[in-house]
C-alpha cells in the first residue's frame, strides 16, 4: 500500500523515509535526529516537486510545501493567500528551505504602469534583457489613454537577480 501511494503521488518517499528516521530516535532517543530540520530545496529534487503558480516562490523567499495527490510535493511562498484558505490536513503541510546554492530558472509575474509612448515596450524587453532576465509572456492593458499596464512573466534565477531585473526596469 505505501508503494502504491507514493507511486501515484500521495505520499512522498523522501518524507517517508523522515516519519521513519522520527520513529526510530523515539525508539533510540540518544542517537542524532533532524526531523525538525525544514526540507531542503534545490530545484533538482528528482521527485514530483511543483511550484505554486500563484504565489510564484523563488530561492530566497520563505517557503512551505504541501503535498497535494497527483501533483506531489507544491512549493508555495510562506505568505501565500491561498495557503490561509486551503485548511487541510497538517501532516499535508512540510516546513521547507532553499539550499545555499540552488539552480535553475523561476517564474515570476511583474505588473508595470508604463506611459504609452512609441517603442516602449521595446525598451522594457531590452532592460530585462540587458539583466539577464527572459521574459516568458507579455500581456497589455490600457488604464487610460497615456498609460497601460503591462504583466509580465519573467524567468529568474532568485531574489537577487529579481531585484536586478527590477532595477533595470525602473531606470526606464
Known amino acids: 500500500d505505501l508503494l ?3 507511486g501515484l503521488g500521495n505520499q512522498m518517499a523522501p518524507l517517508i523515509i523522515r516519519r521513519l528516521e522520527n520513529q526510530m530516535h523515539l525508539q533510540h532517543p540518544d542517537e542524532q535526529h533532524d526531523d525538525a530540520k525544514p526540507l531542503a530545496i534545490t530545484g533538482t529534487e528528482g521527485m514530483v516537486l511543483n511550484f505554486a503558480t500563484d504565489c510564484y516562490p523563488i530561492p530566497g523567499d520563505p517557503i512551505i510545501g504541501v503535498l497535494s495527490a497527483g501533483h506531489g510535493l507544491v512549493v508555495h511562498h510562506s505568505n501565500c493567500r491561498a495557503l490561509a484558505t486551503a485548511g487541510g490536513a497538517p501532516e499535508k503541510y512540510i516546513q521547507l528551505c ?3 546554492e540552488v539552480e535553475g530558472q523561476f ?3 511583474l505588473k ?8 516602449a515596450l521595446a525598451k522594457l524587453a531590452t532592460a530585462i534583457s540587458s539583466a539577464d532576465g527572459d521574459i516568458i509572456d507579455i500581456g497589455v ?6 498609460y497601460s499596464v503591462v504583466s509580465l512573466m519573467v524567468s529568474v534565477r532568485n531574489r537577487i537577480h529579481l531585484a536586478k531585473v527590477i532595477s533595470a526596469i525602473r531606470k526606464i
Open 4 to 6: 502504491e501511494q507514493i
Open 98 to 100: 532553499w539550499e545555499a
Open 107 to 109: 517564474r515570476v509575474n
Open 112 to 119: 508595470i504602469d508604463i506611459r504609452d509612448r512609441r517603442g
Open 141 to 146: 492593458a490600457k488604464h487610460d489613454p497615456d
